[in-house]
DNA sequence: TCAAAAGTGTTCCGAATACACCCATGC
DNA sequence: GCATGGGTGTATTCGGAACACTTTTGA
C-alpha cells in the first residue's frame, strides 16, 4: 500500500518527499576475547574519505534491508559467520558526522569466539584486525565516540545479562569465565565466591569432560544453559554481577 | 566539506545518492504519573493514514535537525516545556512500517511530572490523552510495537537508575515514591525496608517542610540529589532496587 | 617433589526480610 | 477516641566477602 503523496504534507507544508533524503549506516563493534584481553574488530579503509584509517565495520544501508539485516550483512562479509550474537545499541545523528551528507548510522555490537574464525578482507577494507580494547588506533569520522559508547553498553549489559558467554568456546571451565568477567569489568573476583555465585544461578551445565594437556588438575568443563536462563527470567530472575 | 561523489560506490558499484532515500522520524513516548498510575501521551491522528487512529507523538525528521533536536520539539510542541528527561532507546526499521516510504524511527522515552503541564493540539493531532499504561487503545502503524518496547526499557531501567524522581514532584515523600516505584514495577515493597534502603543510599535530601492539609501525621519531604548520584556513581556506585 | 590450578569448607559481616510497635494529625 | 498514614526498632535470615585449606595433575 503506497499512499498519495498529497496526505504527507509536514506542520509547516512542506512537500513530503523534502523529507525522504536521509542516508542510514549500520556500523558494527565486533568483540572478540583472547588470551585474558577483550578486543574488537577494526577495518583499515581502503577508500575516501578517511583512507587508510582505522575504522568500524559498517555500510550504507539499502532500501530493500532492516537494519538487523545491513548489520548481519556486514559482519558475515567481515567473519564469514552466521547467526553473530548481534544488538542495536544507539542511533548516532550529528549534522556533520559524515563528510558527504546526511548519513545517520546505527551502532551494533556483537559478540563472537574468537577461535572460530579468520577475518576476511574486503571490497571496502584493505585490512582487519583485531585491537585490545584499551589500546585503540585513531578512528574515522566519529567512530571513536561509537566505540566508546558501545564498551561501555557492553559493560553495563554483561552485568546484568548472561551475555559473556558468547565471547568463550561452546565448552569452558570456571576460571576460564572468571577470567573474562575480570578482563571486561576490570576488576578481580575471588574464585571460591566467583564459583559459588555461578553454579548458585544454576545457569551451567557440567559436563562429563575435563581439561586435556594441562599441566595442572584439569578443570571440569560446563555449559551454558540458554533455556534454563529463559525459564528462571519469566519467573523473576535477575543475572547479577558486581 | 562534501566530497566528490565518484568517492562513494558502493561494493556493487550502485552510485552513491541512491542510498540518499530514506525518510528519518522520531517517535516519543511520553511517560507521566498521576494517582498511582503510570500513564502515557497519546495523540489522535488528524490526517491519513490511521485517520482518528491514536498514535504516539512523533515527526519526520529534517535534515537540519539532529534526532535529539527533534524528539525535544515533538515534546515541545505537546507539552509547552523544555529540557524534558528523554533517552533514545531503539530504532524500528521494518521495510514495510510506513505505507508511504521507508520511514525509520527512532524511539524515545521521556518522563514528565504529569501536574506540571497540559498537553496542547497542534496541527498533527486533533486530541491528546494520558492513558493508564496497562489500559492502551489500539494504536496506529507499528506504535503498539515501539510502546511496549519503551515499556519494557522503562521497568528495566527504574531499577538500575534513580530516574523514577522524574515523575515525581520536586519534593516529595517516601511514601510517594514507594508507590510509584510500586506502580511502575508492579509489585508491593515493606514500608520500613524501602525506607530504610533509599535513605542508605544517600541521594535523598530531607527538607525542613513537612505535608499539610493531610488527615494524618503529615510526613517529612525530600528531594532528590543529581550531583550526589554523580558523585557516587564515579566511586563505583550502583543505584538498585529489586 | 614441586608448581599450578582445581576445588571445598568455614567464619564473619552486612544487607534484606519480616515483623511489631509507637507517633502525629484531622475529624 | 479513632482512623490514617508517618515513622522507628528489632530479631532473623541470607548472601557475599575473606581466607584457609585439600586435591589432582604434569613435569
Redesign the pocket.
Given at each position: 500500500m503506497r499512499l498519495d503523496e498529497k496526505f504527507y504534507l509536514s506542520e509547516n507544508n512542506v512537500p513530503f518527499k523534502e523529507f525522504f533524503n536521509f542516508g542510514m549506516s549500520v556500523d558494527c563493534i565486533l568483540f572478540g576475547y583472547k588470551n585474558g584481553e577483550v578486543r574488537v574488530l577494526l577495518i583499515e579503509r581502503g577508500a575516501d574519505p578517511f583512507k587508510h584509517f582505522w575504522a568500524l565495520p559498517g555500510d550504507l544501508v539499502t532500501a530493500d534491508l532492516t537494519l538487523e539485516d545491513a548489520a548481519s550483512n556486514v559482519l558475515y562479509r567481515l567473519t564469514g559467520l552466521e547467526n553473530i550474537f548481534m544488538e542495536q545499541f544507539h542511533a548516532f545523528s550529528e549534522v556533520q558526522r559524515h563528510p558527504v551528507g546526511r548519513v545517520i548510522t546505527i551502532g551494533y555490537y556483537a559478540l563472537v569466539r574468537s577461535e572460530n574464525h579468520k577475518p576476511v578482507a574486503s571490497a571496502w577494507a584493505t585490512e582487519s584486525k583485531w585491537f585490545n580494547i584499551n589500546k585503540l588506533p585513531e578512528l574515522a569520522f566519529d567512530h571513536k565516540e561509537i566505540l566508546d559508547l558501545a564498551i561501555g553498553t557492553l559493560k553495563r549489559k554483561v552485568r546484568n545479562e548472561p551475555i559473556g558467554f558468547e565471547l568463550l568456546p561452546p565448552k569452558f571451565?570456571?576460571?576460564?569465565l572468571q577470567k573474562l568477567y575480570e578482563a571486561l569489568l576490570g576488576y578481580k573476583f575471588?574464585?571460591?565466591?566467583f564459583?559459588?555465585?555461578l553454579l548458585?544461578m544454576n545457569l551451567l551445565v557440567p559436563l562429563d569432560e575435563?581439561?586435556s594437556?594441562?599441566?595442572?588438575?584439569?578443570?571440569?568443563l560446563f555449559k551454558f544453559d540458554p533455556d534454563r536462563y529463559k525459564t528462571l527470567k519469566e519467573e523473576g530472575f535477575h543475572f547479577d554481577l558486581?
Open positions: 571451565t570456571l576460571l576460564e575471588d574464585k571460591p565466591n564459583r559459588k555465585k548458585s575435563v581439561q594437556n594441562v599441566s595442572h588438575r584439569p578443570a571440569k558486581q
